[in-house]
């Protein structure tokens, strides 16, 4: 299973990918439900473990995502991460670019299910890089939601003038996505906390809310 056609194929034929509508001469692809959607970050993060890449303790990172959820501590997820990536080298070849990054921390940030986690969702005429909607029908307790926003800079073009810009971009894409009355609906009364992310290559550089 080489080819990427082949590999796409035997994803659709499997229920795995189903489609979604056709734009700009060629079909375009979605997961079908949480349930595939969680099953392939599962797999995601098998894939990274049994090759020896990345080793994480889950049940921490399991604790980690509670205190998001149910306190608004958010921060030591995110650096929790971020340490675990230092440490082990051999990840950092992977996490070379924005969506790489965002692909990887949603494969760890539904370790636990409290969350609906979207990505490239349509909010506001605009596309939220992560928007951790609240699974309020199963956790009717949940305290808090999240709109995460990532920004990724090379290392070699990394500078001050350019991480203010970056985060600026963010501040204004959180706005956004905030005043949309689908995440006002959504988050119920949970307190929504805004994240912005930024990433020098594999190193998170600005971890702070909004």
């Not at 979604?20 to 079909?27: L, S």
């Not at 349930?35 to 049994?50: C, K, P, Q, V």
């Not at 005043?179 to 006002?184: E, F, G, L, P, T």
Request: overall charge negative.
């Amino acid at each position: 299973m080489t080819k990427q056609g082949n590999f796409i194929s035997l994803l659709y034929y499997f229920g795995l990918l189903t489609i979604q509508g056709w734009k700009q001469g060629r079909f375009h692809l979605k997961i079908p439900n949480l349930t595939i959607l969680n099953l392939m970050y599962g797999y995601i993060r098998s894939g990274f473990e049994d090759a020896d890449v990345f080793k994480i303790d889950l049940w921490k990172l399991s604790d980690l995502i509670t205190q998001m959820a149910f306190q608004g501590v958010w921060k030591p997820f995110f650096k929790f991460l971020a340490e675990q990536i230092e440490k082990q080298t051999a990840i950092r070849d992977y996490l070379n670019g924005e969506k790489v990054i965002q692909g990887f921390l949603l494969a760890y940030l539904n370790v636990a299910d409290f969350y609906i986690t979207q990505s490239e969702s349509e909010i506001n005429k605009g596309y939220s890089d992560i928007y951790m909607e609240p699974f309020l029908s199963k956790y009717p307790d949940l305290k808090y939601s999240y709109l995460i926003e990532l920004k990724y800079l090379t290392r070699s073009e990394y500078c001050e003038d350019k991480l203010q810009e970056k985060i600026k971009d963010a501040q204004e894409q959180l706005d956004q996505y905030a005043a949309s009355d689908r995440v006002k609906c959504s988050i119920g009364s949970t307190q929504l906390i805004r994240i912005i992310l930024v990433y020098k290559g594999w190193e998170l550089d600005y971890c702070e809310v909004y």
